[in-house]
């Protein structure tokens, strides 16, 4: 080799050995940050698109699987029913929640603190497990209330069907009415009252009032309220296949979950979940289009004072469909699950010979299977949890100090699992990642993997906005020092936010716990979890075990909130999910 030729491969190792010093070993770990979102989101998205146009056998591209999908009047009339669901849950959320959102903010209803935390019991309660309340109240004949019908007016049938459309309509809204009152109530606390007092003075009246001055101010809110809740119906399986199911009729969640029994037909079911994604970025469309023709201001600005309303005899009408609503979302199932969970025959009603704890000394000490599924869903809860916080953060952190180039787009991969329904999210998972090469279904990992992305918008949206409260200028105080982004983020930002990513933490880990939609597609037989248990339970009509399997349940997740309490705050759960 001549001289010129070692000069120039010096000069190369010289230019090389300068960039490898520029690079912070951080910058290593953004990337592999980047490339796991794009693995958790991108990737079983588009491995669900594909899926759709694929043969099962060959792969070649084929649109049999949207004949097989949608020229059955079975399949077509599953997706009729879930927009009747979505809608009929919609309208049944408004006239729940928003009159206990005005109540609570504005008026002078009495016991607020009581109802706020009925509707947080609402909040945290599985669909599913309502669902299984209800079953044990309104079930033909055999339900508590048909049984105190029968006894009080001498029929020999009940008058309540929890089996219908109508029922799983009130079920579901029952546990999805919190959806509306979180977004409107914190609406109206940020709305002064000067302009209702202007009306007032100009002669409407408190109801008038409310209706054509507050009520129109929040209803950005009530909307965003009223998609979440529709957007919550069709896409749930659980309360669906326990009730639609022995109903007769099917809904999406159900005849995809029938897709995967023997065959497998994962290319069908593929195609059947699109409409549910179209479903899903039209309804925000449509908020967006709606919400861009009007502004909706308070021209009095955050700072206003909020008077509260006086409504005289009127406030105990108020109270009394609050009470009513949270009866029917919390104190009637959950008695009736309380009662099962410690009856030997749920049906023998209350009485001491009827008492016993065998259903949990089961489940506890008896039974293998049991112990290894509680402990699965903690764990993976608790993994869940962690990986998405991790990820959340460390994205966040990327983007707000804009250390790569369209960092925006990676915001927008962390908040799209928003989006994307549960079930369809599973079906993508599976598409992508049960197969060879990873051959993933079934395991632990997959479940963790899909979990996190369905919960990473709730860790992103908390994640970021603790990042852009922290003034960047304290980082750079470090790294002025000598020290790296790793130092700064470890003795600087870590200790300022370890509070808010604590709640973060527990906002993943309590839906994770309960995930059902995604649980039902990805679960095996040494994966399993609480919310799989519960479902197999109930087909085999077991109730018993499985209200005091759904009572370990609860009892964790109130201990998980009660800590969040104690460390983040009063309502922290209720006010971080808007």
């Excluded at 509680?374 to 869940?384: C, D, L, P, Q, W």
């Excluded at 959340?392 to 989006?419: E, G, H, M, T």
């Amino acid at each position: 080799m001549s001289v010129g030729e070692n000069s120039a491969v010096l000069r190369d190792d010289s230019v090389l050995l300068s960039i490898l010093r520029r690079i912070e070993p951080s910058m290593v770990l953004w990337l592999v940050m980047i490339a796991a979102l794009i693995f958790l989101v991108a990737s079983p998205t588009v491995r669900l698109l594909v899926s759709s146009f694929q043969e099962p056998d060959t792969g070649r591209f084929t649109l049999d699987n949207y004949r097989e999908a949608y020229f059955n009047m079975r399949h077509l009339a599953a997706l009729g029913n879930s927009l009747m669901l979505g809608a009929g849950v919609a309208v049944l959320t408004a006239v729940f929640g928003v009159p206990i959102a005005w109540a609570i903010s504005r008026t002078d209803m009495p016991l607020k603190g009581l109802i706020r935390i009925l509707v947080l019991g609402a909040f945290i309660t599985p669909p599913y497990l309502g669902a299984i309340g209800w079953i044990l109240l309104a079930g033909p004949n055999s339900g508590w209330l048909n049984k105190v019908w029968m006894a009080v007016t001498g029929e020999s049938h009940g008058i309540f069907n929890v089996y219908s459309m109508s029922g799983l309509i009130l079920v579901v809204s029952v546990t999805s009415f919190p959806y509306v009152f979180v977004f409107t109530n914190s609406a109206l606390d940020l709305v002064s009252s000067e302009m209702e007092d202007a009306a007032q003075i100009l002669g409407a009246s408190k109801l008038r009032t409310a209706f054509r001055i507050t009520l129109p101010l929040v209803f950005p809110a009530i909307l965003g309220g009223l998609i979440i809740s529709f957007l919550e119906a069709i896409s749930l399986f659980g309360a669906p296949a326990l009730i639609a199911l022995p109903a007769r009729f099917n809904v999406v969640a159900t005849q995809l979950w029938q897709f995967f029994e023997y065959p497998v037909r994962v290319e069908v079911a593929a195609a059947f979940s699109i409409p549910l994604l179209i479903i899903t970025v039209l309804m925000f469309w449509f908020q967006r289009t709606v919400l861009g023709r009007k502004g909706y201001a308070a021209v009095t600005g955050k700072g206003g004072e909020r008077r509260m309303i006086r409504l005289g005899a009127w406030k105990w009408l108020l109270l009394a469909h609050a009470l009513f609503v949270c009866a029917l979302s919390v104190l009637l199932p959950m008695s009736v699950l309380l009662q099962a969970a410690f009856a030997k025959a749920w049906g023998r009603g209350l009485s001491l010979d009827n008492l016993t704890f065998a259903n949990f000394r089961y489940l506890l000490v008896e039974q293998t299977q049991a112990q290894h599924t509680i402990i699965n869903t903690f764990v993976y809860a608790g993994a869940t949890a962690f990986v998405a916080i991790a990820l959340a953060l460390a994205i966040a952190y990327v983007v707000d100090r804009k250390l790569v180039p369209w960092s925006n787009a990676l915001a927008f991969l962390c908040v799209a699992p928003f989006v994307i329904p549960g079930i369809v999210l599973a079906i993508g998972f599976y598409a992508a990642y049960a197969p060879p090469p990873l051959a993933l279904y079934g395991t632990g990992t997959i479940l963790v993997l899909a979990f996190t992305t369905r919960y990473l918008p709730i860790a992103y949206t908390s994640s970021a906005a603790s990042m852009r409260s922290i003034n960047p200028e304290m980082e750079e105080a470090v790294r002025i020092l000598g020290g790296g982004r790793l130092l700064a983020i470890r003795k600087v930002l870590a200790p300022l936010l370890k509070k808010s990513l604590a709640g973060a933490w527990i906002l993943v880990f309590i839906p994770a716990a309960r995930e059902l939609s995604s649980a039902i597609f990805l679960v095996g037989p040494n994966s399993r979890v609480i919310s799989v248990m519960l479902f197999d339970l109930s087909e085999e009509g077991n109730f018993e075990v499985l209200a005091a399997l759904g009572t370990i349940l609860l009892v964790v997740t109130l201990v998980i909130a009660a800590i969040g309490f104690r460390i983040i705050g009063r309502d922290f759960m209720l006010r971080r999910n808007v």
